[in-house]
């Protein structure tokens, strides 16, 4: 939790971030993420300084149990002076223990970011779902929150003026932005309207034009003049000499039939990584995320 601090800013976990991308897919399968089309709404966790606050919160618990569709698990939050934003003890469950940071006694508005958060970790606890590392399985942590329609409270957390800041979770306020543009290119929604921070909505809007980037690479069709010019150079030079390798490219060729090749490339919806044969026009159909790639190869 940053708190009065710097904020980090950029795409510097982007790579961590499409690996959880890719690891939701393969755990939870297609038809379990198309069960969070609809994101929570402002309204389920709203809460206002007159509520009462231990069953506010209890309130705003059970709400986002349900949205992660968690009936067996029964969320006891209580609060304490610590340095992070919130902690949960991870059990064999029904009951979990969450702490909450002192400072949501005031800070209300962000009880449900904190609580999402937290509620995740247990959500990827009962899948048996985490990546080595404290920083990657937060990430993740942070990412699947997003991705599954409760992490634009988290992104609505950061605040940063000239006097003071906050940011909630490990991704930055673009890769906040960036999971929420993945998520609605997918399923056609705009958390936008939800944002009472300004700065969140840039943050968003940075991000979802990252997003709508990887669509935009070769060999989609999608892809710009310059990206399609810089895909066949490389296609080329990869005919003409095999064992050469394509840089940073997005895509890398290797040799297929005798005199063919075949190109490799990351799935713009989940990242994982597609072979399609180099053969001009090709529609690919990833079998991860079922997403219909229109390519020129």
């Not at 309204?43 to 606050?53: G, I, Y």
């Not at 990887?214 to 080329?236: F, M, N, V």
Request: proline share 5%.
């Amino acid at each position: 939790m940053a708190n009065g601090g710097p904020v980090e800013h950029g795409y510097p976990h982007l790579e961590t971030v499409r690996a959880a991308v890719t690891a939701l897919y393969r755990r939870l399968s297609y038809d379990t993420i198309h069960q969070f089309t609809a994101s929570v709404v402002p309204a389920d966790v709203a809460f206002c300084d007159t509520d009462d606050l231990h069953l506010g919160v209890q309130r705003v618990a059970r709400e986002l149990v349900r949205h992660f569709r968690l009936p067996q698990a029964r969320m006891i939050v209580a609060f304490r002076a610590m340095e992070h934003a919130a902690n949960v003890e991870l059990t064999a469950g029904p009951e979990y223990f969450v702490e909450l940071n002192d400072r949501f006694r005031t800070h209300r508005r962000d009880i449900g970011a904190a609580l999402a958060h937290e509620i995740m970790h247990v959500y990827l606890h009962r899948l048996g779902l985490s990546f080595p590392g404290t920083r990657d399985n937060e990430i993740l942590t942070d990412t699947a929150t997003t991705y599954l329609g409760a992490g634009w409270l988290l992104l609505d957390a950061y605040r940063e003026d000239a006097a003071s800041s906050q940011k909630l979770g490990y991704l930055t306020p673009e890769e906040f932005g960036y999971v929420l543009g993945k998520r609605s290119l997918v399923f056609g929604e705009d958390p936008s309207v939800w944002f009472t921070s300004a700065q969140a909505y840039t943050a968003y809007g940075r991000g979802l034009e990252r997003a709508r980037h990887d669509e935009r690479q070769p060999p989609l069709t999608a892809a710009g003049w310059a990206g399609r010019r810089r895909y066949a150079r490389d296609r080329r030079q990869a005919q003409d000499h095999p064992s050469s390798a394509a840089g940073d490219s997005p895509y890398s060729f290797a040799p297929d039939s005798p005199g063919a090749l075949r190109v490799t490339f990351a799935c713009p919806t989940c990242h994982q990584r597609i072979r399609v044969p180099v053969r001009g026009r090709v529609r690919a159909r990833c079998a991860l995320c079922r997403t219909v790639l229109e390519c020129d190869t």
